[in-house]
């Protein structure tokens, strides 16, 4: 019953993802994807969160896989960094690719450390 729990915590996680996308680029004037940068931060803070806790195969199907899955998106990251790219902000392609992985690494060191745990 794995599976259920995955599509369950999925079932949050993406429309929580898009909720939040909207919710926060709506508050900035920028081209930056903020939304997208702010969900994928918050996901990796949760997972590192989850790996410091030592959570059961069941609590990380469902929080890890499956709400920290559909909420974080690679692609849509990958997406947005290609279309500032194309459209002659390069400096902020490198920004975005740049930011996304110290804050991401940053976000989940930091979830392990505040649950006790370490990712070591």
């Known amino acids: 019953m794995t ?3 995955v ?3 999925a079932a949050v996680g993406a429309p929580l ?3 939040t996308d909207r919710a ?6 920028s081209v930056f994807p903020w939304g ?12 590192g969160a989850l790996t410091g806790a030592a959570a059961t195969t069941d609590t990380y199907a469902l929080l890890g896989t ?3 899955g559909a909420l974080t998106t690679y692609s849509t990251f990958s997406y947005e960094t290609l279309r500032l790219a194309e459209r002659g902000w390069r400096f902020l392609a490198a920004a975005n ?3 996304s992985v110290l804050v991401g690494l940053g976000a989940v060191f ?5 649950t006790g745990g370490t990712l070591a």
């Open 3 to 5: 599976w259920l729990l």
């Open 7 to 9: 599509i369950v915590g």
């Open 17 to 19: 993802r898009y909720l």
């Open 24 to 29: 926060v680029q709506a508050r900035h004037d």
């Open 36 to 47: 997208t940068f702010v969900v994928n931060a918050a996901g990796s803070l949760l997972l």
């Open 66 to 68: 499956g709400l920290c």
């Open 97 to 99: 690719v740049a930011a």
């Open 110 to 114: 930091l979830g392990a450390g505040l």
